[in-house]
């Protein structure tokens, strides 16, 4: 076939022919599990929640509610890909995937009743509901799964080109996402590799792909076929409903995955962004922070501000409030708000506090030991200034010092900076006395961001929580 042929008979198929994409209508949402859980939720609701009662037995107030409770969930379950496709994620994965749209979901919900019907949900009800449902749709998920597992047909692909170890690769990955039903039927390339089926040479392909009955997608991995003759192929693939992907050799430079974005019509590979970077997981985060923040600020400071600004003033004049400027998200600087815990004085933008520091009170020693003194930032997370978890903001002076010595070190600002954080619940907190003890804080952040998770966040709330209740050594 030469290559003006093979050009006519593109542009004949391009005309009888239009993409996989479009022909082949794909649901984003199993509808199953859409099913279940939107069932479970609604039983869960009607029968702890018991609307009638909450809302004053006013019918439209009730059907309002669980209009928004419909809508909130559908909402969480867009924003986070609560339904992947099959082969996308194992149990474990769905299980995590369902316990953070629920946390979002009630978070989301709670925030919605304060504010149009002026009714709080009393926290006993709401960790009701939290366990609830995290059963009800685990079990849901479970059940849903092994059915599938049993009922699902096998699915069959070829490999085109690529070398013994990658190829392996490949396979291991279909055979774990696919829980056991992808099958390979074999190899298309110039050069047969030991101990794999080769079908046959690329010259072969076309002519496979068209008397083929049982093949369902090609992974094309780094070949030196035509690109006429790949042109020609998808085409192919697109009439027969055939998936047709590629595999770069540029995929292996990225060790945290890849991620395909397009330009105008120019397909771009680039390497995957932290999870904590992404859209979706920012909007997570920062609802967490949020009706995390509220509560603190309405349960906590609205006691804890008066009490402990009385006792400041009584040992001490000067302000309340410590006020300093900070690094922040992207090296913006923001006022970072504490208690005030020493003397005035003007090393304070300067000096870090040291043990037996001259210029701590004696109501500052307590604030610090116990870190009540940092628990008026929860006003700067409510404003957006910083996160509830987060690498610990530093003081201008340190991030221009310290981001000259260690190269990694403005990394940490690539995300908000928390109240609480992984380096400090791992025992790096307090002064930082040589470089290696900022490093070991940065390398702690770093990995904070990369292996970023809402279970982490919940994992470094928790742990600070036990710590506030046992002390710290480098309290002070």
Known sequence: ??????????AIERKQSISIAQRKIQTPYNLWYLFFDLLFINLTYSWLLHPVSTFAAHAPSITIFFFLLNCTWLLTAILQHTYPHWGQHNFLQ??????????????????????????????????QI????????????????????????????????????????????????????AICLGRFGDDPIKKMRNIGVEEDLITY??????????????????????????????????????????SNLFSKGTAIESYYG?????QQRDDIA?????????????MFSFLAIVLILSWMIPLVALLIRMESKGPVFFLQKRTGYFNNHFTCIKFRSMQVNEEANDKQATKSD???????????????????QFINVFLGQMSVVGPRPHMLKHTNEYA???????????????????????????PTETVGDMRLRVEHDIWYIEKWSFFLDLKCILLTIVNFIKGEENAF
């Open 1 to 10: 076939m030469n290559s003006s042929t093979l050009q006519k008979m593109v």
């Open 94 to 127: 769905a299980i995590q995937k369902v316990s953070t749209a629920i946390l979002t979901h009630l978070g989301l919900l709670f925030l919605i009743t304060f504010l149009l019907f002026k009714q709080i949900i009393e926290q006993k009800t709401l960790v």
């Open 130 to 181: 939290s366990l609830f449902l995290l059963v009800s749709l685990s079990a849901a998920r479970g059940i849903l799964q092994l059915i599938n597992r049993k009922v699902a047909k096998a699915f069959h692909y070829i490999i085109v080109g690529g070398q013994k170890s990658n190829i392996q690769s490949i396979e291991n990955s279909f055979e774990r996402a696919y829980q056991g039903k």
């Open 209 to 250: 792909v068209r008397r083929s009955k049982k093949l369902q997608r090609i992974v094309y991995v780094d070949s030196d076929l035509d690109p006429i003759k790949i042109e020609y192929l998808m085409k192919i693939c697109a009439t027969k409903f055939i998936d047709f992907m590629v595999i770069p050799k540029a």
């Open 266 to 270: 120019l397909p771009i590979l680039m």
């Open 278 to 290: 992404r859209l979706r997981f920012q909007i997570l985060k920062r609802a967490f922070d949020l």
């Open 358 to 376: 001259h210029r701590i009170t004696k109501i500052g020693a307590f604030l610090r030991k116990t870190n009540i003194d940092e628990f008026p």
């Open 404 to 430: 000259k010595i260690i190269s990694e070190f403005m990394i940490r600002h690539s995300v908000k900076p928390g109240v609480t954080g992984w380096a400090q619940v791992n025992g790096h907190r307090g």
